[in-house]
C-alpha cells in the first residue's frame, strides 16, 4: 500500500499512485522493516529536480521494478526540503563513501536507519558503467540475505565514522582584518575574469560570496571586490541563467558562460539574487542591477506567491513541450522559427540578434535560450520592450512547469528580506506588502504559542515537520529587514523570539557551535551540523548573522556573545574556502564594522523629513547595519529611547562600539556617516 496521499508534501504526492508501496519518513516504516527483516530503500529528492523525475518514471513507475521492491524492501520516499536533517546527514554518508552526491539520492539502510549502500540516479538498463537500478536492488537483497554480518559491519563503521566529524569552532576567535584579507584573496585566486563568478561548470549564481564582496568592499573600499561583484552580476543577468522575458533565475549555469541553465526556478535563489542586485544598486547606482532587482522581485510574486500569502518553494525545470512530453526547459527556449512566427519577419531578425538566438541552436534540438550578448544600446529600447511583451504574450500560452506549492519557512525569511528592502529602495510599496503578508503567514501558520517554527505548510495547512537551524535563523533575518523598514517594532520582537530558541535549543552551551537542528529533535544516527553554505547560507552563519543585528538592536549582550562565538568557524575556514562560507564572511565584515547602530526620530512616521531620513539610513552601505524608526518616546524600538528631536527636527544618531556620533537633522551628513 503507498501511503503518501496524505502528505503534504508536493514532491511525496507526485509518488502517491506510483505502485511503489512507499512510506514517508515514519518510525513505523522502520519498526515494518524489522519485522519483515528487511533493508530499507531511502529515496531523496525534490519537487522540481529533473533526474528525479526521470528515475521516477523509469523505474518507480515501473511495475515489475516496484513489485520486486515491496517484497523485498521497506521503501521510504523524503522530500530533502521538508526534511533537510534527514538529507544532511545521508547525503554526507554518501559523498564520504563515493566522493560525490546529488539528487534524487538513492541510500540502503538497515532497519536501524544505518546507511551501508549508496548511490544517486540508477538508470533502467546498465548505461555507462552504471548499473541498472534492478541489478542494485538485486544485489543488495542478496547481500543482505547473504552476508549479513558484513553488511552490519558496513553500516556500524559509516555510523561511527559520522559521529566523529562533530565541528567545535565555537571557542575560536573571531576573524579579523587579516582572515578576511586572506578570504578576499582566495576568492580573486578562483575568480574568472572572462565570464565572471567563480571555478568552472557547472556554474552557480555565489549569492553569498557577492554579498561579503559587497560589505568588504563598503568597509574597505576593495575596489577588486566591487569590482568581481558588478561583473559576475552583469554576466549572470545577461546570461541564460537569468529569464530575459519573466524575470528570476534558473537554479544553475550547466555551462561556464551562464548560457545554458538548468530550469528549475527556486524561492532561495531568486530571494537571494533580489537582495543582492538591490545591493549592487545600493553601492554603485547601477541601472541594471535596479532593473534585475525589481523584475526578479515581480517574478516572486507573480509566478511564487500562494493564496494564503507566503511563497511557493519552485517551479519546475520541466514542462509539456507540446507534444504530451515533459521535457526540460520546454517553456522557455525558442528556435527562429517560433520567433517569426510570433514577431514576423523583421522583429523576428532583430530579437535573434538581440536574444542570440541562432539557427543551431544554443540548448537542445535548434532551440535556444533567450541571453542578452551585446549591449543594449545598439537596438531601439521601444521595439524591444514591444517584442518582448508578444514573446512573453506567446510563452504564457504554452504548458506552464509545475511549481511546489508547499511554503519553507527558512526561504521564505529570506524573500521577506528581499522583497522588504527592495520595496524600500525603490519606492515599491506593493513589494514590502508582500514581504508583511509573508511574515503574517509565517506568524499565523508556522509559529506555534511557543514561538517554535513549522519547517513548511501547504494550502493554508502546517507540515508536521519541525523547524530547523535555517528556519529560526532567515525568518529572523527576514523580520529584522520588515522591522528596519516598516518601523513596526512587534517583528523584532518576533526575531527575539525566535533567537531565544536558537540560544536554548541549537547551540552547545560549553563552545557555542551550532546544531542544525534542536537538542530536542527527532533523533538521527547523527545530529547534522554544518557551518558551510550551500544553495542557501548555513543556518550557523544566517544564525550568526541575526544574533548580531539583534544584539544591535537591542544590547542584548548574551545575542552579541552567541554571534561571536558563532563567527569563530569562520575564522577556521573563511581564508581556506571562502566560496562556501560567504555569508559567515558577510556576518563577519558586519561585526568588524560594528555593526552601527541608526536610529530615525521624527514626528511622526509620514513626516517627510523623517521618511527621508529613514531613507537615507536604509540605502547607507555600511556592513550590517540596523535602522530604527519611530517617534520620541516610542518604545517599539530599544535604540529609540532617550532621542529627542534635535531642534524640533526630525533626526538621526548613528552609534557603535558604544561610541554615538553627534545627531544630525541632515540627510547628507547622515550619508557621510553612513558610508565611511
Request: glycine share 10%; hydrophobic share 40%; with cysteine.
Amino acid at each position: 500500500m503507498n501511503r503518501l496521499a496524505g502528505v503534504t508534501s508536493p514532491y511525496l504526492l507526485q509518488h502517491a499512485d506510483n505502485p511503489v508501496d512507499w512510506w514517508p519518513w515514519v518510525p513505523e516504516a522502520f519498526e515494518e522493516a524489522r519485522r519483515r527483516d528487511v533493508p530499507v530503500l531511502l529515496s531523496v529528492g525534490y519537487s522540481a529536480c529533473h533526474w528525479c523525475h526521470v528515475m521516477a518514471h523509469e523505474s518507480f513507475e515501473d511495475q515489475r521494478t516496484a513489485e520486486y521492491l515491496n517484497a523485498h524492501y521497506v521503501s521510504v520516499k523524503v522530500d530533502r526540503e521538508e526534511r533537510p536533517d534527514v538529507d544532511a546527514v545521508y547525503m554526507e554518508a554518501v559523498q564520504a563513501a563515493t566522493g560525490h552526491g546529488g539528487w534524487p539520492m538513492t541510500v540502503f539502510l538497515t532497519p536501524e536507519a544505518e546507511p551501508f549502500y549508496f548511490g544517486t540516479y540508477f538508470p533502467p538498463e546498465p548505461r555507462q558503467g552504471m548499473p541498472s537500478f534492478r541489478q542494485v536492488l538485486q544485489g543488495v537483497s542478496q547481500a543482505w540475505e547473504e552476508r549479513r554480518d558484513e553488511v552490519t559491519e558496513v553500516a556500524g563503521k559509516i555510523v561511527r565514522d559520522l559521529a566523529g566529524r562533530e565541528i567545535s569552532y565555537g571557542d575560536a576567535q573571531t576573524p579579523g582584518e587579516q582572515e578576511l584579507a586572506q578570504a578576499l584573496l582566495g576568492l580573486t585566486r578562483e575568480y574568472d575574469p572572462q565570464r565572471g563568478g567563480f571555478g568552472g561548470a557547472p556554474k552557480f549564481p555565489p549569492s553569498m560570496v557577492l554579498e561579503f564582496l559587497l560589505r568588504h568592499h563598503a568597509r574597505t573600499g576593495a575596489e577588486g571586490a566591487l569590482q568581481m561583484a558588478a561583473d559576475t552580476c552583469e554576466r549572470m543577468a545577461r546570461g541564460g541563467i537569468y529569464d530575459q522575458l519573466g524575470g528570476g533565475f534558473a537554479r544553475y549555469s550547466v555551462d561556464r558562460d551562464w548560457i545554458v541553465p538548468h530550469f528549475e526556478k527556486m524561492l532561495y535563489d531568486n530571494a537571494l539574487l533580489c537582495r543582492v542586485y538591490a545591493h549592487l544598486w545600493r553601492a554603485t547606482g547601477s541601472e541594471l542591477a535596479r532593473r534585475v532587482a525589481l523584475e526578479t522581485a515581480d517574478f516572486m510574486v507573480r509566478e511564487l506567491r500562494t493564496n494564503e500569502g507566503g511563497f511557493a518553494s519552485a517551479l519546475d525545470a520541466d514542462s509539456d513541450d507540446g507534444t504530451g512530453r515533459h521535457v526540460e526547459g520546454a517553456y522557455y527556449v525558442w528556435t527562429p522559427e517560433q520567433l517569426r512566427e510570433v514577431l514576423g519577419e523583421q522583429d523576428a531578425e532583430v530579437a535573434v540578434r538581440y536574444f542570440g538566438v541562432t539557427e543551431e541552436g544554443t540548448f537542445e534540438h535548434g532551440q535556444s535560450v533567450l541571453q542578452l550578448p551585446v549591449e543594449d544600446g545598439l537596438f531601439d529600447a521601444e521595439r524591444i520592450a514591444s517584442i518582448r511583451e508578444r514573446l512573453l504574450a506567446a510563452r504564457a500560452g504554452r504548458p506552464a512547469p509545475g511549481r511546489d506549492d508547499k511554503v519553507v519557512a527558512a526561504w521564505n525569511g529570506l524573500a521577506i528580506a528581499a522583497l522588504a528592502e527592495t520595496g524600500a529602495y525603490f519606492d515599491r510599496p506593493d513589494l514590502v506588502e508582500a514581504a508583511v503578508a509573508a511574515a503574517d503567514l509565517l506568524v499565523r501558520l508556522h509559529l506555534d504559542e511557543q514561538a517554535r517554527l513549522t519547517r513548511t505548510s501547504k494550502d493554508g495547512h502546517a507540515g508536521a515537520n519541525a523547524g530547523v537551524l535555517e528556519d529560526y535563523a532567515d525568518v529572523a533575518e527576514g523580520f529584522l529587514a520588515l522591522a528596519s523598514v516598516t518601523g513596526e517594532g512587534v517583528w523584532l520582537e518576533f526575531a527575539g523570539f525566535l533567537l531565544d530558541h536558537v540560544l536554548a535549543r541549537f547551540t552547545d552551551p560549553e563552545s557555542g557551535s551550532l546544531f542544525d537542528t534542536a537538542a530536542d529533535a527527532e533523533q538521527l544516527i547523527r545530529r547534522p551540523q554544518d557551518p558551510t553554505d550551500n544553495a542557501t547560507p548555513s543556518g550557523w552563519s544566517a544564525a550568526a548573522g541575526a544574533l548580531l543585528s539583534y544584539a544591535a538592536h537591542t544590547g542584548s549582550v548574551p545575542h552579541r556573545t552567541a554571534a561571536e562565538k558563532a563567527l569563530g568557524v569562520v575564522k577556521a575556514l573563511g581564508p581556506r574556502v571562502p566560496r562556501f562560507i560567504g555569508w559567515g564572511l558577510a556576518a563577519a565584515e558586519a561585526l568588524l564594522d560594528g555593526p552601527r547602530e541608526v536610529a530615525i526620530v521624527g514626528p511622526s512616521l509620514d513626516d517627510a523629513g523623517t521618511r527621508a531620513l529613514h531613507r537615507t539610513a536604509l540605502l547607507g552601505t555600511a556592513p550590517g547595519a540596523v535602522v530604527a524608526v519611530g517617534v520620541p518616546g516610542s518604545e517599539e524600538f530599544p535604540l529609540l529611547g532617550d532621542r529627542p528631536l534635535v531642534g524640533g527636527e526630525p533626526s538621526a544618531y548613528v552609534c557603535r562600539n558604544f561610541t554615538c556620533d553627534a545627531p544630525t537633522t541632515e540627510v547628507e551628513r547622515l550619508r557621510a556617516v553612513l558610508s565611511n
